[in-house]
């Protein structure tokens, strides 16, 4: 990496080397606390994505026929360089994206844990002996990697999403090409440095970054690409889902959510509005699996509308990077231009604003894309912030009278990332937990994420699952052996 007036020139990662933009241009990325700049980024296009893709079908002989055991060495010893740089990578996650630094650890943890969890778990990637109906044969099923695979990621979750897809795919043997989103692009190519230092192979994990439809087009249109794993928003999933169509592409989609929250009237209200409002305000709003519909049983209602009031105008809001500040910025102004307008919709639709409902306020505000954590009851349900993602630090309140009725608003969307149950009482949390269309149910809880289990979204949320068990099979094909014996000795 050059420095340029102190300002980092960052460079892609292709094929064991770090590169810049054939076209050699570059475009910057921001401190969304204060607008300064943090790096320059190379602005590929299809030329480099070709090359990456070069690089790693050229690669995927040799890795694909390493052991699994093998690979997960390589793999241990990108997790090892990690957790030595872990506090710096962290705290350029903070400087691009603006999540709080304790927010940005927590990603580095989930990035390690990824890597050692499936180094591990593909070394059990058993296939099977299958009984035969017909005596001089045996039929026998492998698991082979699927081939090179084009990762998209977003911007929220920089690092970790790296390794959500990286982790299992490179333990299963596939060879990948990632693509940043343009927001978040140097902490890509910092964890692209982690793969150098820990001299990893060449072209097995290459990272490219620039335009994003050039990059993409390249990992639709190139046979050598057989999967496409892509998060993001429904919208650019959709489009990448029909260019995929082409040449039946295998894909792993993990899209929008629309997160319901139901609380009950039996649950412990304390914890209750501490963990919805640890959820609401995780990285300002923006989490796929946030809490977007606030439903309250109506005997609840006004003090949980006071209690969740009383705790946003608590939240420290500032530069991530500063010691007790618990919500940053949101990653740029448009961001908080279109909060500004699903606020503006509800109000004038009925909503009334209990707490924040503007951008904050003060010099210490003046120079980044700040919103106040805010809380709006009596939201009517025609308001545009219940139908879409708000991805902004709005807690958005509805009322209901019975499990029936919160069950029906829950579903009543077409999203299904993840819900969430808040009541003490057990049969209820079976009954609604198992009638909810999401992927993910957390009862009482708002961690649904682990390296260990399965995550992702039915309906328009997504196909596929990252993590686990579930999130080796992305990567995986099984091959049938079908072996004639002759049966005389
Ligand atoms: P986005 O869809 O705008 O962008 C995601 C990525 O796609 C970025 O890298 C972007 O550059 C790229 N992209 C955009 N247009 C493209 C094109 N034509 N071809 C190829 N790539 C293209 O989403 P975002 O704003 O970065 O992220 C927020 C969204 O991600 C939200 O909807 C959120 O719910 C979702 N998300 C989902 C999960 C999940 O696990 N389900 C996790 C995190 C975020």
Redesign the pocket.
């Known amino acids: 990496m050059k420095q340029e007036n102190a300002v980092p020139v960052a460079a892609m990662y292709i094929d064991g080397r770090f590169v810049p933009a054939q076209s050699g241009e570059t475009f910057e990325s921001v401190n969304p606390v204060n607008g300064e700049l943090v790096a320059l980024i190379p602005f590929g296009d299809e030329r480099d994505a070709r090359s990456a893709v070069d690089a790693a079908a050229a690669a995927f002989p040799t890795w694909s026929r390493l052991s699994a055991a093998a690979r997960a060495k390589y793999i241990h010893r990108v997790a090892d360089v990690l957790e030595r740089r872990r506090g710096e990578i962290a705290s350029v996650v903070t400087t691009e994206e603006g999540k709080p630094l304790h927010e940005a650890q927590g990603e580095l943890q989930l990035s390690i844990d990824s890597l050692r969890w499936y180094a591990e778990e593909a070394r059990r990637a058993y296939g099977s002996w299958i009984p035969d109906p017909v005596p001089s044969r045996r039929l026998l099923t492998q698991r082979q990697p699927v081939g090179v695979c084009g990762a998209?990621?977003?911007?929220?979750?920089p690092c970790a999403m790296i390794f959500r897809k990286a982790a299992p795919a490179l333990a299963a043997g596939c060879t990948m090409v990632l693509?940043?989103?343009?927001a978040t692009s140097y902490v890509s190519l910092k964890v692209a440095e982690v793969f150098a230092e820990a001299d990893f192979p060449a072209g097995v994990m290459n990272f490219v970054t620039g335009k994003?439809?050039a990059?993409?087009s390249v990992f639709l249109t190139d046979a050598r690409v057989r999967k496409i794993s892509f998060?993001?928003?429904?919208?650019?999933g959709r489009?990448?889902l029909r260019g995929a169509a082409d040449q039946i592409k295998r894909v792993s989609m993990?899209?929008?959510?629309n997160a319901p929250v139901i609380i009950f009237d039996d649950c412990d209200l304390t914890a209750t509005i501490q963990a919805v409002s640890a959820l609401k305000f995780l990285n300002a709003g923006q989490a796929?699996i946030g809490a977007n519909r606030i439903y309250v049983q109506a005997g609840i209602y006004d003090e949980v509308s006071r209690r969740l009031s009383d705790h946003a105008r608590q939240v420290k809001v500032g530069d991530g990077s500063q010691p007790g500040v618990a919500m940053g910025p949101l990653v740029d102004m448009r961001a908080v231009e279109k909060v500004e307008a699903l606020v503006g919709d509800a109000v004038r639709k009925g909503a009334v604003v209990r707490a924040g409902g503007s951008r904050m306020q003060g010099e210490a505000y003046e120079k980044g894309s700040f919103y106040a954590p805010t809380v709006l009851s009596e939201v009517p349900l025609a308001a545009r912030l219940h139908d879409e993602?708000i991805?902004g630090p709005v807690a958005a309140l509805y009322s209901f009278d019975t499990e029936v009725q919160a069950v029906e608003m829950a579903n009543n969307v077409p999203y299904g990332?993840s819900a969430y149950i808040f009541t003490e009482n057990i049969d209820r949390a079976f009954r609604v937990g198992e009638r909810l269309e999401t992927g993910m149910v957390g009862i009482n809880e708002i961690r649904v994420g682990a390296a260990e289990a399965p995550?992702?979204?039915v309906k328009m949320?997504?196909i596929g699952r990252e993590g686990g068990r579930e999130g080796l099979e992305e990567y995986l094909e099984t091959k049938l052996l079908a072996i004639r014996v002759r049966e005389q000795i």
């Open positions: 998209i990621i977003p911007w929220n979750v693509k940043p989103a343009e994003s439809s990059i993409g998060t993001g928003s429904t919208e650019v489009l990448l993990e899209l929008g959510g796929c993602e991805f990332l995550f992702g979204g949320s997504g």
